[in-house]
């Protein structure tokens, strides 16, 4: 299960406040992502990376933001914009459209809880 | 964009008996389909894919149909055990295309009962 890290596993923060989600991965990969999971509703993409230095809006943007200064961070900042922040946030990295492979790999996820 | 919707939401089979899960997407363009497993507290893994070249895969008791003209791709588990029990994500991916990225199902939860 190595390869790409999340912290912290659970993180308790006050509404209004912003907080910084952090994944790091060793793997090499250009391309990294972050979702959303709730009950019922899948994984959500809120942004993702194909290189560093650049990054695109996932299906769910609004209330969050990222950079990608390094290859291997892709650090997630739920803002106090976000209306309903409290959930499991996945991050996960692969080596992009480009290939060989497609597969991607996830961390094993932050739970926030917002209150 | 891509929209791709999963059926049945939840399921619940016999040990040894056989479950499938079904798949549809909107996007013409996709042409790559991964099936995801998570298992409860752990983070989601590749488990089978297939590319629209191909109209079926199979890795022992997991096997994927594709149909492109109707869109649908199904996972088909034989032989089921407790160990498959676990939510399924099914995803489709335009290669090659603009907007290079997995859009995913909403998951089913298979149950499987000893």
């Known amino acids: 299960d190595g390869g790409i890290t999340q912290s912290p596993k659970y993180l308790f923060r006050k509404e209004g406040q912003n907080v910084t989600l952090s994944c790091e991965q060793n793997?090499?990969?250009?391309?990294m992502y972050w979702y959303r999971q709730d009950p019922g509703q899948g994984l959500r993409l809120i942004y993702y990376?194909?290189?560093?230095?650049?990054?695109q809006k996932g299906d769910i943007a609004e209330g969050y933001s990222v950079s990608r200064e390094k290859k291997e961070s892709f650090p997630l900042t739920v803002t106090s914009a976000q209306k309903n922040p409290t959930a499991f946030y996945l991050c996960?990295?692969?080596?992009?459209?480009?290939?060989?492979?497609?597969?991607?790999?996830f961390g094993p996820g932050t739970r926030l809880t917002v209150t | 964009g891509e929209n791709v919707e999963q059926h049945p939401s939840t399921l619940s089979v016999q040990e040894g008996d056989s479950a499938v899960i079904k798949c549809t997407y909107s996007?013409?363009?996709?042409?790559?389909f991964p099936w995801y497993k998570q298992e409860l507290g752990k983070r989601p893994q590749l488990i089978i894919d297939?590319?629209?070249?191909?109209g079926e895969k199979k890795d022992q008791r997991i096997a994927v149909t594709l149909n492109k003209t109707a869109k649908h791709f199904s996972l088909h588990i034989t032989e089921t055990q407790p160990e498959d029990s676990a939510v399924y994500f099914c995803?489709?991916?335009?290669?090659?295309?603009?907007?290079?990225?997995?859009?995913f199902g909403t998951g089913t939860r298979l149950t499987i009962i000893p």
């Open positions: 297939i590319r629209s070249n191909v």
């Open positions: 793997l090499n990969h250009d391309a």
């Open positions: 996960a990295s692969s080596e992009g459209a480009t290939g060989p492979t497609y597969e991607q790999y």
């Open positions: 995803a489709a991916w335009p290669l090659n295309f603009g907007n290079e990225k997995l859009t």
């Open positions: 996007d013409s363009a996709s042409n790559y």
């Open positions: 990376s194909q290189i560093v230095n650049d990054f």
